[in-house]
């Protein structure tokens, strides 16, 4: 079995390498804090991000950046989404030709708002850009560690590359399916974490069940435009990167998104909020993001634009609720699938 080279020993890094490890593939995580690598080497833990996983002696952790990658026949990039630049320009020098990467992270690059894949792709060498593909959908760390049911999408715009990686990950306990539609597949990892952050909210304020359904449906519906914007294929956002994220984003205690949010819509600053949570909450910066992606590409964001101003803008979570219900009336589903419109 070839090795697996895992970029990142954060939750998700971590799972991602216990579930490969059980194929008997040789694993190595690179991770640049010192403690955390012997840590995993030699107690086989990983206390911060999965405190109750024993790790398998196929996995091995390195803070050498080119020992990880020189032996490895893929590169999992499992970073937070604003360092993805920064480390795939430390990988670069390293990488040999036949080598493919996935990108496992959900955001959009800070400074030009792309999308993580055409990052990755502008800054590897041009014989690898044919070999990059992303992975997305609905994957808590903890479960899939635990080696519980689960099902995600490999995309890109390779079909061979996308066959690649659904050999490599999938087994009896994770379903892996393919898709082309590489821009779909990022937008939904990305934007549903803005709205599970407002999911959080609601419940951290006490809402119930009938504002979680709503939050969720329109907030797919936003999805879906801001995918349509940028070129994506209208069917991803009803499958597993789209819809499937977006429910157990939402709809989940595992989830650092939602956590926040609730922590949020419980009166805490978002400081306070961060500390207690103490791992990365893609969703913060990518509200940022999206907001302005969403202004550039002129897309009516509603639910993402009340997130930004409770966020950054210091609108008070009960305002944003209330200047929601209070738009306008609206046609809910405004054109047919032809394109044309229903009135």
């Known amino acids: 079995m070839t090795q697996v080279a895992i ?30 690598v012997g840590e995993i080497n030699e107690k086989r833990t990983n206390s911060r991000y999965l405190p109750e996983i024993i790790l398998p002696e196929k996995i091995k952790a390195s803070t050498n950046l080119e020992e990880v990658i020189s032996g490895a026949e893929s ?31 959900k955001g959009l690059d800070e400074e030009s708002l792309e999308r993580l894949s055409q990052v990755i792709i502008k800054n590897v060498p041009p014989e ?13 760390a903890e479960e899939v560690s635990r080696g519980l049911p689960s099902a995600a999408v490999v995309a890109s ?6 066959k690649h990686f659904q050999d490599i990950i999938m087994d009896s306990h994770f379903r892996i399916y393919s898709s082309p539609d590489v821009i779909g597949v990022e937008l939904g990892g ?27 449906t329109r ?28 429910v157990v984003t939402c709809a989940s205690k595992h989830s650092r998104n939602w956590n926040f949010g609730y922590r949020i819509g419980q009166g805490k600053s978002t400081e306070q909020a961060l ?13 940022q993001t999206v907001y302005q992606l969403a202004q550039r590409s002129r897309v009516e964001m509603p639910i993402t634009h009340k997130v930004y101003q409770v966020l950054f ?20 589903m405004e054109e047919q699938r032809d394109g044309t419109e229903y009135w």
């Open 75 to 105: 590169v999992f990039l499992v970073v937070p989404s604003h360092v993805v630049k920064e480390i795939i320009q430390k990988v670069r020098p390293y990488l040999r030709s036949e080598q493919y990467l996935l990108s496992c992270s």
């Open 190 to 216: 990305a934007v549903k974490n803005i709205i599970a952050i407002a999911a959080g909210i609601c419940d951290g304020m006490g809402f119930g069940d009938n504002t979680k359904a709503a939050l969720i």
């Open 7 to 36: 970029i990142g020993g954060g939750s998700w890094g971590t799972a991602l390498a216990v579930h490969l490890a059980k194929q008997e593939r040789p694993i190595i995580i690179f991770d640049p804090v010192e403690k955390q």
């Open 219 to 246: 907030g797919l519906s936003e999805i879906s435009r801001l995918g349509k914007a940028e070129g994506a294929k209208p069917e991803t956002f009803s499958g597993l990167a789209g819809l499937g994220d977006l």
């Open 275 to 287: 500390k207690e949570i103490n791992q990365t909450v893609e969703g913060l910066r990518t509200t």
């Open 128 to 140: 690898n850009r044919t070999k990059v593909a992303v992975l997305s959908g609905p994957t808590h």
């Open 157 to 162: 715009e390779n079909k061979e590359t996308a």
């Open 313 to 332: 803008q210091g609108l008070s979570p009960q305002k944003g609720v209330y200047d929601l219900m209070g738009r306008l009336p609206k046609v809910e």
